[in-house]
């Protein structure tokens, strides 16, 4: 591979990053809208409900996500028959998690004992299947690295989802928005994509073999991975009033909000990178640059999150939900845990082993739950927080030697590559450490902490190009970023 070569496939892919991460963000600050209006309108008892209800829905939409896309964007020729087997397991697996759902939605009442929670999670059933109908011919512009399209399908689709929530919210009150919500925007999304796409969809599953080692896996492991993530949600309302745990998810969802907006959409575009860089014999750095270039995102924003969470909580929910700043605080803390180990899933698929996905769940799973059980039982909240810690270390380790096992990136390159982004945080870090509570600040918050915010922003960008230059300005995410400033101010 020439020079020439890897900074095209580079430029490539972070411009697919950022695109899609740009369309992700604003599909998510929709999402995010609604979510605050909900919380305005109905008050921490009554999101409890809503977020009870909505833990199955996580659940079912982890599941959903088994890697149809990925098998298809491996393949160098994609036929009409293969097209119609993965339209034929989408359907087949929306129409099964709907069921599912539908059938334990009175189990779920009858444990938490609200009759309202039957209704409601039946509805919210119905969004699996649309979701599973989307023409699977959307792969074509992923093969291509182009993602301009996938971006503007999830933008329309959430921003009719979100008319629809907020009006409905709005007009009555009635937490039956998040419902609305939740099944319209899969709706628009299946709608639009056979015009973006089109094809003809045909029962078939005559290609069933090319999926069926991978599927198989990602399944077990899917399974396995909603389990992790909402086991804590599962348990906790058997233990704490609805107020408490309304507090708890919200200051969840606001902590993983940057998850969904920058982690989860560049899902697609590292692992069409980790394909054309292992054809191109580089994927050992391509992997430590997504590794890199992950906690280099992500890194400052869960930090601002954690050292500012009451202002945060203060501006975006209201005084009445004060008392969820420390849980904020604790559950962003607590991701940084999980940042290096976002790209393996990616890395292992290339080299066709989806095994360590479920198995690297399993490992998971095997610390989190006995640690959630005990820490929800004896210390309520504070025991779901430190759960989530523990599961997070044991997950890097895991993560540190199946990478090392799989790929031959030694341990050292692997912390190292993590480490550098959070050296150039330092600064930043330890000026947010001396900032007085902005609650105080009255009617000045709001500018206090967009102040603050570029402060900190500049300071980390200082420290991470500092460190970039004395490090001999190594190709990544910041000689990317740097090339196109200095374009933009030579013109």
């Not at 699996?128 to 959307?138: E, H, N, Q, W, Y």
């Not at 969904?260 to 990178?273: N, Y």
């Not at 090392?404 to 480490?419: C, F, H, K, Y």
Request: hydrophobic share 55%; charged share 10%; with cysteine.
């Amino acid at each position: 591979m020439t020079a020439a070569d890897g900074a095209s496939l580079s430029a490539r892919t972070i411009r697919a990053g950022i695109w899609t991460v740009g369309a992700r963000l604003s599909s998510r600050l929709i999402d995010f809208a609604v979510l605050l209006v909900l919380a305005r309108l109905l008050g921490p008892a009554d999101f409890g409900l809503v977020a009870t209800a909505m833990t199955v829905i996580y659940i079912v939409e982890a599941v959903l996500e088994l890697p149809l896309t990925f098998v298809l964007v491996r393949l160098p020729q994609v036929t009409d028959r293969m097209y119609d087997t993965a339209f034929t397991l989408g359907l087949i697996r929306g129409l099964l998690v709907a069921g599912l759902m539908a059938a334990l939605a009175w189990p779920l009442a009858s444990l938490y004992g609200d009759p309202r929670l039957m209704p409601l999670i039946c509805t919210l059933a119905l969004a699996p299947a649309a979701r599973g109908l989307i023409s699977p011919r959307m792969v074509i512009f992923e093969k291509a690295l182009d993602f301009r399209r996938k971006g503007a399908l999830e933008l329309l689709g959430k921003a009719a989802a979100g008319a629809i929530a907020i009006f409905i919210a709005v007009s009555t009150g009635n937490y039956w928005a998040v419902a609305a919500g939740t099944i319209s925007a899969p709706v628009v999304m299946m709608i639009v994509s056979y015009v973006m796409a089109p094809m003809r969809p045909r029962l078939s599953l005559a290609d069933w073999p090319i999926f069926s080692s991978m599927t198989g896996w990602n399944f077990l492991s899917q399974i396995v991975s909603a389990l992790n993530w909402q086991v804590d949600r599962l348990i906790l309302p058997i233990y704490i009033d609805v107020t408490s745990f309304g507090r708890f998810t919200t200051a969840n969802d606001i902590a993983g909000l940057p998850f969904q907006a920058i982690v989860q959409p560049t899902a697609v575009p590292l692992f069409s990178a980790l394909v054309n860089a292992r054809e191109k014999g580089s994927l050992v750095g391509a992997y430590l640059k997504a590794c890199s270039g992950i906690v280099m995102l992500m890194a400052p924003v869960m930090c601002f999150i954690a050292l500012m969470a009451g202002p945060v909580i203060h501006i975006l929910l209201g005084p009445a939900w004060a008392s969820g700043a420390p849980i904020l605080a604790g559950v962003a803390l607590t991701s940084l845990f999980v940042l290096p180990t976002v790209p393996m899933s990616a890395l292992v698929l290339v080299l066709d082993r989806p095994r360590l996905v479920a198995f690297r769940s399993l490992v998971e799973l095997a610390a989190r739950v006995p640690l959630t059980v005990v820490g929800i039982i004896f210390y309520g909240i504070s025991g779901a927080i430190a759960a989530k810690a523990g599961a997070g270390v044991a997950l890097l380790l895991m993560t540190l030697y199946s990478v090392r096992s799989v790929a031959g990136i030694p341990i050292r390159d692997q912390i190292r590559s993590s480490l550098y982004p959070m050296v150039a945080l330092v600064p930043a870090v330890a000026f947010l450490y001396g900032v007085p509570d902005l609650t105080q600040s009255g009617p000045y918050l709001y500018p206090a902490i967009a102040v603050v915010g570029m402060v900190y922003g500049m300071l980390y960008i200082a420290g991470l190009y500092g460190l970039w230059w004395v490090t001999g300005r190594p190709d990544g995410l910041e000689s990317y970023l740097a090339g196109k400033a200095t374009a933009y101010f030579r013109r």
